[in-house]
């Protein structure tokens, strides 16, 4: 297995979140457009010790980070030498043509991720019975998204369900870095190498303490020839469940719902990638994991596209039938102080992890340029530090410390 680290379209993604101009409305789900435009990746800005996140997993997640920031394409007057950016030839192909089983991948991945968003956000505000605050970004020069959130609802304390679709330039240096894991990433004139990253990223952040979190990450990026086609590509993402109470019929049922969608596709996905999710969310300083897991992978590029892609597809649309029955049992619980305190402590932790350990938060916060608020998302509206608490032994939050100690396999 690979060692874990942070792809290149967790960083990217993460860190094309600076808006130049936005619009904001609020919305209980319908389809949805975005914006973008170019974005070129400036390598006096990477750490000399560091390693390009893209050969590597928004947070998307990672070892080994490299900083950079976007600067603007040079300005060529000559349009005879200037060939039509990437984005632009794919936007006039959306224009004449539509997105067909025929069209390239990125643009097929950027629709999938349109049309889940719109559905989740749908079915979550339904839940909810509050709509999502939605707000389309973009920048000039980096790329654009759309920011699906829902803060103080009836249900969750916090919900964010986000896509970025970025078009921009590797230079040379970071070309050669990636061909440590993609052997036919090339840029035979030496001139930066096109790029393209779009994902959809989520964390749901319930109000009440029996009711699970849960976090999703789905991503797709590529670099391309001049005239557009693709030259190397890769698949990553993953999703897992962090709760304060444990219910084992939850865990089992959200690991289920994902290793059918899984063994659908390959028997061995689901313990390969289950076990590098436990390995990544890992709280190395508490030394427990973050959660009860789900599956993690990243640089997936070792079959037919076609094969991996309708892999993706089903891992993001089993969120859904995953989750919900989920949230659906919980969130009308009753509950004491005492257990939204835990739950406020346990956030603590969750907390702790994105902030201390996660590889593409880092990425993203020490990006300039970078939009903060797209980054922090995941983290939830309130949590707890208390000094040396201890659960009481043999009660329900003893339990969960010990399960979390010892990932379990659930299915």
Same mark, same amino acid.
């Given at each position: 297995?690979?060692?874990?680290?942070?792809?290149?379209?967790?960083?990217?993604?993460?860190?094309?979140? =600076?808006? #130049?101009?936005?619009?904001?409305?609020?919305?209980?789900?319908?389809?949805?457009?975005?914006?973008?435009?170019?974005?070129?990746?400036?390598?006096?800005?990477?750490? @000399?010790?560091?390693?390009?996140?893209?050969?590597?997993?928004?947070?998307?997640?990672?070892?080994?980070?490299?900083?950079?920031?976007?600067?603007?394409?040079?300005?060529?007057?000559?349009?005879?030498?200037?060939?039509?950016?990437?984005?632009?030839?794919?936007?006039?192909?959306?224009?004449?043509?539509?997105?067909?089983?025929?069209?390239?991948?990125?643009?097929?991945?950027?629709?999938?991720?349109?049309?889940?968003?719109?559905?989740?956000?749908?079915?979550?505000?339904?839940?909810?019975?509050?709509?999502?605050?939605?707000?389309?970004?973009?920048?000039? =020069?980096?790329?654009?998204?759309?920011?699906?959130?829902?803060? +103080?609802?009836?249900?969750?304390?916090?919900?964010?369900?986000?896509?970025?679709?970025?078009?921009?330039?590797?230079?040379?240096?970071?070309?050669?870095?990636?061909?440590? +894991?993609?052997?036919?990433?090339?840029?035979?004139?030496?001139?930066?190498?096109?790029?393209?990253?779009?994902?959809?990223?989520?964390? #749901?952040?319930?109000?009440?303490?029996?009711?699970?979190?849960? =976090?999703?990450?789905?991503?797709?990026?590529?670099?391309?020839?001049?005239?557009?086609?693709?030259?190397?590509?890769?698949?990553?993402?993953?999703?897992?469940?962090?709760?304060?109470?444990?219910?084992?019929?939850?865990?089992?049922?959200?690991?289920?719902?994902?290793?059918?969608?899984?063994?659908?596709?390959?028997?061995?996905?689901?313990?390969?990638?289950?076990?590098?999710?436990?390995?990544?969310?890992?709280?190395?300083?508490?030394?427990?994991?973050? @959660?009860?897991?789900?599956?993690?992978?990243?640089?997936?590029?070792?079959?037919?596209?076609?094969?991996?892609?309708?892999?993706?597809?089903?891992?993001?649309?089993?969120?859904?039938?995953?989750?919900?029955?989920?949230?659906?049992?919980?969130?009308?619980?009753?509950?004491?102080?005492?257990?939204?305190?835990?739950?406020?402590?346990?956030?603590?932790?969750?907390?702790?992890?994105?902030?201390?350990? +996660?590889?593409?938060?880092?990425?993203?916060?020490?990006?300039?340029?970078?939009?903060?608020?797209?980054?922090?998302?995941?983290?939830?509206?309130?949590?707890?530090?208390?000094?040396?608490?201890?659960?009481?032994?043999?009660?329900?939050?003893?339990?969960?410390?010990?399960?979390?100690?010892?990932?379990?396999?659930?299915?």
């Amino acid at each position: 297995m690979k060692p874990f680290r942070t792809s290149s379209s967790t960083a990217l993604l993460r860190n094309a979140q =600076h808006p #130049l101009r936005r619009s904001v409305s609020t919305i209980s789900g319908r389809r949805l457009t975005s914006t973008w435009s170019h974005v070129t990746l400036n390598p006096s800005q990477w750490s @000399g010790s560091s390693k390009l996140a893209a050969t590597a997993a928004v947070g998307a997640a990672a070892l080994g980070l490299s900083y950079w920031q976007y600067s603007a394409p040079r300005i060529q007057c000559d349009s005879k030498k200037s060939p039509v950016p990437i984005n632009q030839q794919d936007q006039k192909t959306k224009y004449d043509n539509g997105v067909t089983p025929d069209s390239p991948m990125r643009l097929r991945m950027e629709q999938f991720i349109k049309d889940q968003q719109s559905q989740i956000i749908a079915t979550l505000g339904a839940i909810d019975g509050k709509p999502f605050q939605v707000d389309t970004w973009e920048r000039s =020069h980096g790329g654009g998204g759309i920011s699906c959130i829902l803060q +103080d609802g009836n249900v969750f304390e916090k919900a964010g369900v986000n896509i970025s679709i970025v078009y921009g330039k590797l230079p040379p240096a970071a070309v050669e870095k990636m061909r440590v +894991d993609h052997k036919n990433i090339a840029s035979p004139t030496g001139e930066p190498l096109d790029f393209f990253a779009a994902g959809l990223s989520m964390v #749901l952040h319930p109000h009440n303490p029996n009711a699970p979190t849960v =976090h999703l990450n789905y991503r797709y990026f590529e670099t391309m020839n001049p005239d557009g086609t693709s030259q190397s590509w890769w698949f990553g993402g993953g999703t897992d469940l962090t709760p304060s109470y444990l219910f084992d019929e939850d865990a089992i049922h959200f690991h289920k719902t994902i290793k059918d969608a899984c063994d659908k596709h390959d028997k061995d996905y689901y313990p390969k990638f289950k076990k590098w999710c436990d390995e990544y969310f890992f709280v190395k300083h508490r030394d427990e994991c973050r @959660g009860v897991g789900g599956i993690f992978f990243d640089d997936l590029d070792d079959k037919d596209p076609e094969q991996l892609f309708s892999f993706v597809q089903d891992c993001l649309k089993a969120f859904l039938p995953s989750y919900v029955p989920v949230i659906e049992r919980r969130k009308d619980m009753p509950f004491t102080d005492a257990e939204k305190q835990w739950q406020q402590l346990r956030r603590g932790r969750y907390v702790e992890f994105n902030l201390v350990h +996660d590889r593409g938060t880092s990425f993203g916060l020490n990006t300039p340029g970078a939009r903060v608020e797209s980054i922090l998302m995941s983290l939830p509206l309130t949590a707890r530090w208390q000094y040396m608490h201890e659960p009481t032994p043999g009660s329900r939050e003893e339990r969960l410390l010990k399960v979390l100690k010892e990932p379990v396999e659930w299915v």
